[in-house]
């Protein structure tokens, strides 16, 4: 009896450390660079990332390593070399040796009326993936209550969450829902927002079947706009197109061609989208305040949700790995997050 | 208790308990914002054969509804939004290769084209209440028992979803019960 006890604070002591162990996140910062050429704000490349390895390292556990600890990154600042915006092609090559989950590197320019904007980029370590938004705030003495805020969403997104946010939905907006369900599972969707007080456009609901499947759906994993992205990594180097003198005309205008692919689809598909965009949003007789893509797994009990504001374009709301035992309570959950602030803890 | 006496209570219990959560798990919702009036213009989209089709406009028809049926396949086509010649531009085989700028550009693509696609279906429904002067776009997809029959009514004039329904089809149900008890519920009556 007495081992049998033993065994069982044994058991429960392990669950309890296996899971503070799997809850601790580390993250590696790179320099944020100064896109002005304002050398007086020049200090501003250490102090940032210094400062928020500082806020998630007190305030939220995580394990951090700051740039002068990241040997790469060192060795460049040693030899005096100018820092660089780092490219995104680049990531794979400067985060192997690096051992945290994900690496967070940016830069800023200051604006008018003493403000500054910082572009945050996360990356999940060994992924294909960039996690990349804005913020704005004020200089000086209000400088750190920006850092404050801007490592919130950094904790929010470096994890399986994957949580961010800009603003909330009110109710009575108009929300047009892209999905991989339909018939009586997309009414059940239906059901909670309508109940909820949003106003429902038919897109897609105008059909007695969906387009897309559990996979088709994930194509919208990655979603942007023009305030923040989650998008894959490319580079124009993965896309070499190799001609010379021996190409031949029509070689050379079917890889000409290809290019204008990458090109449209790839490098600056978000001026292709942004058209279509616009299409969209003049449509007036379906006049939509917010794009919905919610993508179900295929038990339908996990969800992730991308939500764009249609009138500027901007990606308010993106959050993952919500879990529900029917399509209904899942929807709860979409609207509570659609509907409330930022956490503040996980 | 005999043994076989007790593995009959047991196989009975099994099977009520199947029975039971099968129904359960099959629930009814409604929702409306408005009723409408059965002498309003509808399109009614029905994927079924002719006389099940037929079977249903004709529930509409002795309702007062004034009724144009469509086929969805009808109504929108993707051939003429889907442009697969950019995928075609793109050569490398993605099974073979897993790079990241070719993924993305291949998502880029579907995810363009299934805008393309909506913002073609909404042209479309804008139209059919411009030229057939129809107000309300009713669909339906009518089961059979222990299923789910389900009918969405959309607003032409405001492009809103006014009334969604699931309705567990029960064992005595056919196809006019429950053509019937859509139309109560989207008029109220």
């Known amino acids: ?346 | 208790m005999t043994p076989v006496k007790h593995l009959k209570k047991i196989v009975i219990f099994i099977l009520i308990s199947i029975f039971l959560i099968s129904c359960s798990s099959k629930k009814g919702l409604v929702y409306s914002s408005g009723k409408l009036s059965s002498n309003s213009k509808i399109a009614v989209i029905i994927d079924s054969q002719n006389n099940i089709k037929n079977a249903v406009l004709i529930s509409f028809l002795k309702q007062g509804f004034k009724v144009k049926a469509v086929n969805s396949s009808d109504l929108y086509t993707m051939k003429d939004v889907y442009d697969i010649s950019d995928l075609k531009k793109i050569s490398y085989n993605i099974s073979e290769e897993n790079v990241s700028t070719v993924q993305k550009t291949y998502d880029n693509i579907y995810k363009l084209h299934i805008y393309n696609f909506e913002l073609s279906k909404a042209e479309y429904l804008k139209q059919i209440r411009s030229e057939w002067d129809v107000e309300y776009l009713v669909l339906l997809d009518l089961k059979e028992w222990e299923k789910v029959s389900w009918a969405r009514v959309i607003n032409l004039k405001t492009f809103e979803i006014d009334f969604i329904e699931n309705y567990p089809t029960a064992y005595d149900d056919n196809i006019e019960t429950i053509t019937e008890h859509f139309i109560k519920s989207i008029t109220g009556k």
């Open chain 1, 1 to 346: 009896m007495k081992y049998r006890l033993l065994h069982i604070i044994f058991a429960i002591t392990t669950i309890i450390l296996v899971n503070i162990d799997a809850s601790a996140k580390s993250v590696a910062f790179g320099f944020f660079i100064n896109e002005s050429r304002n050398e007086s704000l020049d200090y501003l490349e250490k102090i940032l990332p210094n400062s928020f390895a500082g806020a998630l390292k007190a305030k939220y556990n995580f394990d951090i390593f700051k740039p002068a600890q990241i040997p790469v990154l060192a060795s460049g600042e040693d030899d005096g070399l100018k820092k660089e915006i780092i490219k995104e092609g680049d990531l794979k090559v400067i985060t192997k040796d690096i051992d945290a989950d994900y690496f967070v590197y940016g830069s800023f320019k200051p604006l008018d009326d003493n403000k500054i904007k910082m572009t945050i980029n996360v990356f999940e370590i060994g992924t294909t993936s960039v996690f990349q938004f804005e913020d704005i705030g004020y200089l000086e003495t209000e400088i750190f209550k920006l850092i404050d805020k801007i490592a919130v969403q950094i904790k929010n997104i470096a994890n399986k969450s994957m949580i961010y946010k800009k603003g909330t939905i009110p109710s009575k907006s108009k929300l047009a829902i892209l999905t991989n369900i339909d018939g009586e599972d997309l009414n059940s969707l239906y059901y909670e927002f309508l109940h909820y007080g949003y106003k429902l456009s038919p897109t897609q609901g105008n059909d007695i079947y969906g387009l897309m499947d559990y996979k088709q759906i994930n194509k919208f994993y990655h979603f942007s706009g023009v305030n923040a992205s989650f998008h894959m990594i490319d580079d124009r180097k993965d896309v070499e197109l190799w001609h010379g003198t021996w190409s031949g005309t029509a070689y050379y205008k079917k890889i000409s061609e290809e290019k204008k692919a990458y090109e449209k689809f790839s490098f600056n598909y978000m001026n292709t989208k942004n058209e279509i965009i616009k299409k969209i949003r003049s449509f007036s007789a379906d006049d939509i305040d917010y794009i919905i893509i919610i993508g179900f797994n295929k038990s339908k009990n996990n969800a992730w949700i991308r939500c764009l504001n249609l009138k500027n374009n901007k990606l308010l709301i993106t959050e993952s790995e919500i879990e529900g035992s029917s399509i209904n309570k899942i929807a709860n959950k979409i609207i509570k997050s659609m509907t409330t602030g930022l956490p503040e803890n996980i």
